[in-house]
């Protein structure tokens, strides 16, 4: 499958579907989609970039996914909270530059296309062929690109994927050499033997970090061995094993000098040495000890080996220092025996040991992890040591030679590969290092300057991490991945690349230079029309001959001794004028067709205007244009070949080149050792040259390529190519390539090809980033690179705020698996939900570092109580709003409730402000949920009868100005969180002169708010609480007045306060609120139930009954109604009274009361008759 850097020209609609399935899509889902296809069209992504960004960069790094599998729940997570802190920063004023990435090298590439080839070991790729096994990988990292892409655009994550860095660009990979060589520089690289993690499947060391990310609970078999003492019958040293297969590498014994040995006799006379402090777990509280002896006096006993011919495979001096036992610090009294069983070459602490003693180094166990095929192993030659029939084998042995003194199951952590999922093994070989131990204290100096969400990560996992900080073990033993820039020559020297440029000054040269000449001026010029040279009579013009023959005449200086021309009829003319100037003989022209025009395809003599308006701009040209015209990459390609082939042809030689415009450009590009994306990215920047233009290029020196003829410096092509030092010796480049997660953590500048470009821009504002986001995984993986990178290079920090997401698990706290059935498709929440509910479900659960339990019921019941909440207040507004609502100030003193809604907005803005500027999404989130609960159920749930018009027309337009005014901020806030909902929102409410998108909007200023509202509001509110409480206890319906609310004490003055009280009285249906010391609480509800109280209650039951079956007819709000009313007699007089009130409060022309003599009994006494509109 062809990479996206050739796929994402013309974008087009209905681009989701095939990843919902069959789920259907609810209308929320529908509208996000609609909003998508609105910002595709208006570019509105390109527009916030290009917005004034007065406050300067806010810098963003994207950690790259790798698109070889589909994107999951946790991806949405962790890109929802990337796309929030761009969002928010780009409204506050900021530029935040949002460059996408890939990762495409490493392990999890190769074992995903060994699946595929059903390969099981190294060797089997490597017979296959390294070449074509990496170009599989190249094809495999862009299986799901296109789905990460539309997943990507789907969730509202704003990042720029036109222009992404990929890992495996040949400038990416030469940024990374440049850090390689400033290692070497700064002496912090260095090549060691010695024990490293291993995976036996995959053939490569591990690092601490990938070692951290795979620990699994296993159940292993513990053996107890007893050694047999040189010189004593029946005498015994025992040691205790987790790894049994490590047994017959056995070199020594280790005991701690510092501890008390104590000599056992057993049952059946065998005596046993062990530390003292461990006898009683291993032979009981009434174990028989004969001797005591200190650590020191073990120190040199020998023993007999568990495998007799192993000896043998040593030299007579080694086998002298071997089987013998040697102090060791390391040794504890805490579990086994307290004295160790020393493998050399199998765990780290046992590798020292022997360093320090000098004792035997040989493998018995190859790097595939299965036992050498030695006649002194026996049938253990070929076994994989972790196989359990491996295992009854060493445990059969140790029996039969009386070795064996017991076997145990034990549970412990283990690490396992992080890619392949298979037993990692501790095991010696050949490694590059960064020395990071030697930075520990700049790290943790670095560490306490960054600002962690959550806080605890800096000291605790990412801090502990650091003070035990190893050194970074940063090779590979594989083939698709960065190279190790290290050449050497037989005789030591040694050469670390720092770029492309190096590479190609210590390539050997032929001495060839070049010049570059687009031919002269010809009819197609002069005519402005196309031809890829199929007119034959498109000939040079009489000036373009001449413009010839000044330039040949020009270059009379440089000594030309050979030119090669494009088989075209202007370029062939123009070589032999530039022949005939030169004094060339005619042998010195060569036609090549590779350096042809491009072939234009159906636009054959058509306009150049034609030409350029059907092929659209020059990045789309490159994969499959228009009109059958050749692609430019197969341009490309072509004089590429041309260039490397003209160039071996010759030596010493001065070569003229005369071609067109863009296979020139194209070529410059190839003599550059630039690779195929950036050359489609940046045609622009390339020469392109006017006819009978010459470019000086110089010399020519090659590169390593793949059969595309782009610069590659992926194995095989860098392994083949050989180097001279400047001290003449030959350099072959080591085998090794790099830890993929060297890749990652460099793209802080690789992403930028630093140091070969944007300098300005890394060396500025681009380093380090503001803002990074992934999962707390990452604490030990790219937070750690990045970190350990940057400070490695004395570069500091690479980030100065992180936010770190938990896992997200199944409802009952389960990782989420295929096995368990339990993995949610985030597809198909987005129909079922549209992603916004999705967003904010992950934003407002809990913290941002803690694990997330996904439960589809709390998207339900989010999407309830937020997103139907505030889409209802929008409907709201939209049905009753006013129609001069144009966002001037009304006439009139403010109603005390716009005056509130405008302060709760406002503290609103400062609280979210206040709290995404300090990384707390979390609680951010819950205040624009508070917000929606204060908006819907108090504002207008109060404004309801000001919104209708039943105040009158300047309160209905104060009610809808304030109400617009509040949903517009409202818009702009959330817009970060839920950037469809606020964009639903924005388009209802915004004003003449305000931008088409919301996100195009710089973030609300509004005016400071009054505290001393909210907080009276909020008492007022408390007492609404509380009266309607008791009320509810009462068992009186809030359509009953009552007389009065009566509060033992007012400090705020709420009853005092005419709108204030108004609004408590209105809310609960009282006539009064009053203050009295006495009263029987600090809120007491009169419930008793006057005649006229009754009275006011039948109209309000009235009202009700004739605005639902208004309702239920269909009316509009603004359609007056005729109403007939039936009443029983003890209700017919008062409705009668107040006729023309309840008329105005339900929009009646007429009513009409007549009296029910059945309705006397019913409760309420009074129901329609009739109703139609007016």
């Known amino acids: ?150 997943f990507t655009e789907r969730i509202g994550y704003w990042i720029d994927l036109d222009n992404a860095y990929v890992t495996y660009h040949p400038e990416y990979i030469a940024t990374l050499w440049w850090i390689v060589a400033q290692l070497h520089k700064r002496d912090l690289l260095y090549r060691d033997y010695k024990v490293v993690p291993w995976c036996p499947r995959c053939g490569t060391p591990l690092s601490s970090h990938e070692l951290a990310q795979e620990y699994r609970e296993v159940e292993d078999w513990a053996l107890y061995v007893r050694f047999a003492l040189e010189g004593k019958e029946n005498e015994y040293l025992l040691a205790w094993t987790t790894t049994p297969w490590t047994l017959p590498g056995n070199i020594a014994l280790a005991a701690h000098p510092e501890l008390s040995y104590v000599k056992v006799r057993a049952k059946g006379g065998a005596a046993y040495w062990l530390a003292k402090d461990r006898v009683g777990a291993i032979f009981g509280e009434e174990a028989v000890v004969e001797e005591e002896q200190p650590g020191t006096q073990l120190v040199g006993w020998r023993y007999r080996p568990l495998w007799q011919g192993v000896p043998f495979l040593w030299s007579e001096e080694e086998q002298a220092r071997a089987l013998q036992v040697y102090p060791a610090e390391f040794v504890s009294a805490e579990e086994g025996t307290g004295i160790v069983h020393t493998a050399v070459m199998y765990g780290q602490e046992d590798y020292e040991l022997g360093e320090r003693y000098q004792l035997p180094k040989r493998h018995l166990v190859a790097e595939d992890g299965t036992f050498i095929p030695e006649e002194a192993l026996g049938a253990l030659g070929g076994k994989y040591v972790k196989d359990p029939e491996t295992e009854t084998l060493i445990e059969e042995h140790l029996n039969k030679t009386g070795a064996l003194f017991r076997g145990e199951t034990i549970t412990h952590a283990y690490p396992f590969c992080w890619r392949c999922k298979q037993r990692v093994l501790y095991y010696a070989h050949t490694s590059w290092f960064v020395r990071m131990s030697a930075l520990r204290e700049e790290l943790l100096k670095e560490n306490q300057t960054i600002h962690w969400e959550p806080e605890h990560l800096r000291d605790g996992r990412f801090g502990e991490w650091l003070v035990n900080v190893k050194d ?39 001495g060839n230079r070049f010049w570059l000449m687009r031919h002269g001026e010809a009819l197609s010029n002069a005519g402005g029309f196309v031809d890829d040279g199929r007119d034959p009579n498109n000939s040079l013009t009489g000036e373009g001959r001449e413009a010839v023959r000044q330039a040949a005449r020009a270059l009379k200086e440089q000594g030309i001794t050979v030119i090669y021309t494009s088989p075209v009829r202007r370029a062939r003319e123009t070589a032999e004028v530039v022949r005939q100037e030169l004094g060339l003989p005619q042998e010195a022209v060569r036609v090549d067709e590779r350096l042809r025009e491009i072939g234009v395809g159906e636009l054959q003599g058509q306009p150049l205007e034609k030409w350029h308006e059907v092929m659209g701009p020059p990045r789309a040209r490159f994969a499959a244009p228009p009109a059958g015209a050749e692609p430019w990459e197969a341009v490309r390609q072509r004089t590429a070949q041309a260039l490397f082939a003209i160039n071996e042809a010759h030596e010493g030689e001065r070569v003229l080149i005369v071609s067109h415009q863009t296979p020139l450009a194209l070529l410059t590009a190839a003599f550059d050792a630039r690779g195929a994306e950036w050359t489609k990215r940046n045609y622009e920047k390339l020469p392109l040259l006017h006819p009978a233009e010459v470019l000086e290029k110089g010399e020519f020196r090659p590169y390593p390529h793949n059969p595309q003829w782009e610069v590659d410096l992926h194995r095989p092509y860098v392994d083949e190519w050989t180097l001279v030092a400047p001290d003449g010796s030959r350099l072959k480049r080591v085998e090794e390539v790099m830890d993929v997660w060297f890749d990652s953590g460099a793209m802080p500048l690789a992403q930028d090809y630093y140091p070969f470009e944007n300098r300005q ?147 609103l803005e400062a609280r979210v402000r206040a709290l995404l500027d300090d990384y707390k999404v979390f609680e951010a989130a819950r205040e624009l949920l508070s917000f929606a609960e204060d908006l819907s159920r108090w504002y207008v749930r109060r404004s309801r009868t000001r919104m209708r018009g039943l105040t009158g027309e300047e309160d209905h337009q104060a009610a809808s100005r304030a109400l617009r005014e509040a949903l517009r901020a409202f818009a702009q806030i959330v817009a970060p969180f839920t950037p469809f909902l606020a964009e639903h929102f924005f388009a209802a409410v915004r004003l003449a002169d305000d931008p088409t998108s919301v996100h195009v909007t710089n973030w ?171």
């Open 472 to 510: 970074w073990a940063i090779s590979r033993n594989r083939f698709w991945a960065t190279p190790l820039p290290v050449w050497e020559s037989p005789t030591g020297t040694r050469v670390v690349v720092d770029s492309i440029a190096t590479l190609r000054n210590l390539t050997p040269s032929r």
């Open 761 to 907: 821009w890394v060396d500025g504002p681009g380093y380090p980033a503001d803002y990074i986001c992934e999962g707390v995984d990452q604490t030990r993986g790219w937070f750690y690179t990045l970190h350990a990178i940057g400070v490695a290079l004395g570069r500091g920090k690479a980030y100065r705020s992180v936010i770190s997401v938990g896992h997200i698990l199944d409802k009952e706290g389960k990782k989420m698996s295929k096995s368990l059935g339990n993995i949610v498709d985030p597809w198909q929440m987005m129909a079922r939900y549209g992603v916004d509910v999705v967003r904010m479900y992950m934003y407002s659960i809990n913290q941002p570092g803690m694990p997330k339990l996904f439960d589809e019921a709390h998207l339900k019941e989010l999407e309830r109580n937020f997103f139907n909440l505030v889409e209802n207040t929008l409907n709201f507004y939209t049905l009753y709003r006013h129609p001069n609502d144009d966002g001037k100030s009304p006439p009139g003193e403010p109603h005390i409730l716009d005056v509130w809604l405008a302060s709760r907005t406002s503290a």
């Open 1004 to 1174: 609300p200023q509004l005016a400071p708010p009054d505290t001393t509202l909210l907080e009276r509001m909020d008492k007022a509110r408390a007492i609404v609480s509380e009266a309607l409480r008791q009320r509810d206890q009462a068992g009186i319906r809030v359509r009953q007045p009552l007389a009065k609310i009566v509060l033992s004490e007012d400090p705020m003055g709420i009853a005092t306060n005419e709108a204030l009280a108004r609004e408590v009285c209105e809310e609960v249906n009282v006539l009064a609120l009053e203050v009295n010391p006495d009263a029987s609480g600090a809120v007491a509800l009169d419930t008793t139930i006057t005649d006229e109280l009754r009275t006011m209650g039948w109209v309000r039951e009235a009202q009700r009954l004739i605005q639902e079956a208004r309702k239920k007819a269909g009316m509009t709000p603004k359609e007056e109604a005729n109403v007939v009313l039936a009443a029983a007699p003890q209700a017919q007089g008062a409705l009668a009274a107040r006729r023309d009130t309840l008329a105005r409060a339900v929009r009646a022309r007429e009513l009409n009361i007549t009296q029910d003599e059945s309705l006397a009994q019913c409760d309420p006494p009074v129901r329609v008759v009739a109703i139609k509109t007016a």
């Open 1 to 150: 499958m062809a990479h996206p850097e050739n796929q994402r020209e013309g974008a087009q609609s209905s681009l989701f579907a095939s990843y919902y399935g069959s789920e259907p899509l609810s209308d929320r889902a529908r509208r996000e989609e609609a909003i998508l296809a609105q910002w595709r069209e208006t570019n509105a992504f390109d527009r916030s970039l290009q917005k004034p960004a007065p406050q300067g960069e806010f810098v963003f790094y994207e950690g790259p996914p790798t698109a070889n599998g589909r994107p999951g729940i946790h991806h949405l997570v962790a890109r929802a909270f990337k796309d929030l802190i761009p969002r928010y920063k780009t409204m506050r004023g900021y530029y935040v530059r949002r460059k996408a990435g890939w990762d495409t090298h490493g392990l999890p590439v190769e074992v995903e296309v060994e699946k595929k080839l059903g390969f099981k070991t190294k060797r089997e790729v490597e017979a296959f062929g390294i070449e074509r096994f990496n170009e599989l990988c190249k094809q495999s990292v862009w299986e799901y690109a296109r789905e990460w892409e539309r």
